[in-house]
C-alpha cells in the first residue's frame, strides 16, 4: 500500500505559541511527531508550515533532510494547507494522503497505517478516520470530546461536540442525570484523504453544521462525501494542548 503523511504546522497557536517548537528531551515537538509518522509505512512525510523556524526543524529521521514544504499564510486549516501540498506535489487524485496532526508526539505509528488501509478499502469513500470508545460519563458530556455515530457499515453518520448517542431513559432529569453512555465512540483526530476529495473538500465554503459545531469534517459530511469510519487498533495518548499536556508527554517519554 502507497501513503503519503502531511503534517501541517504553524507557528501560532492561541494557548501555546510556537507549539511545534516546544522542547521535548532536547528535541522539538515536531521532530517527534516526525519520527512516529517516518514509522507509519508511508513513503513519503512532509512538513506543511508558513514558518521558516517550523521548516528548519523538520527533518526526515531517515534521510536528515529537510522535508518542509512552504505554504501560504493565508490557511485557515492544516486541511487547506495539505491541499496546497497535494497540488504543489502533483499528487494523482487517487493519492492517499494522511493528516497527521503536528501536536501529537505520542501518537501510535500504527493508527496512520490503519487509518490510509481503511481508505485503500473502501474505494467508493471520500475520507477514513478512526475512533475509540468513551470510557467515561465525564468523556461523553465534555463538549471538548467529539463523538461520532455511524452506520453499521462504518460510514459516519454525525459528528458532534454533544453526547451522541443520547440514551433518552437514562436521563431523566435532563442533561447531568445522564448515566449510560454505552456504546459511544470518540473522535480522534487523523483523516486519510484521496487528493480528489481533499481538493473537493477545502474547495467548499464553511458549512451551516461546521459554523455551528467547529468541526471541520462537517463540510464534507454536509456536503454529502462518504466519510469511514473505523475502531483505533490501540487508543492514542492525547496530544499537546497545554502547558500540563506538555509536562505529562515529557513524562510518559522519561525525558525532561
Known sequence: MSFKV???????????????????GGRPMIQWV?????QSGADEVLVATDDERIAAAAIDPRSGRS?????????????????EVASARGWDKRTIVVNVQGDE??????LVGQVAALLEQHGDADIATLSTP??????????NVVKVVTAQNGTALYFSRAPIPW???????????QVNFTG???????YAYRVDALQRVTALPPA????????????????????????????PPAGVDTESDLVRVRSVLGVS
Open 167 to 177: 440514551t433518552r431513559d437514562g436521563a431523566p432529569q435532563g442533561l447531568t442525570s
Open 6 to 24: 502531511v503534517i501541517p504546522a504553524r507557528y501560532a497557536s492561541a494557548r501555546l505559541p510556537a507549539k511545534p517548537l516546544l522542547d521535548i
Open 208 to 235: 451551516e453544521l461546521e459554523l455551528t459545531e467547529k468541526l471541520e469534517q462537517l463540510r464534507a459530511l454536509q456536503a454529502g462525501m462518504k466519510l469511514v469510519v473505523a475502531v483505533a487498533s490501540t487508543p
Open 67 to 83: 522535508i518542509a514544504i512552504m505554504t501560504s499564510t493565508n490557511h485557515l486549516s492544516g486541511t487547506d494547507r495539505i491541499a
Open 184 to 190: 459511544a465512540q470518540r473522535h480522534l483526530g487523523i
Open 34 to 38: 516526525i519520527e512516529k509518522a517516518a
Open 134 to 143: 468513551v470510557m467515561s460519563l465525564h468523556e461523553f458530556l465534555d463538549p
Open 105 to 110: 508526539p505520542l501518537l501510535p505509528p500504527t
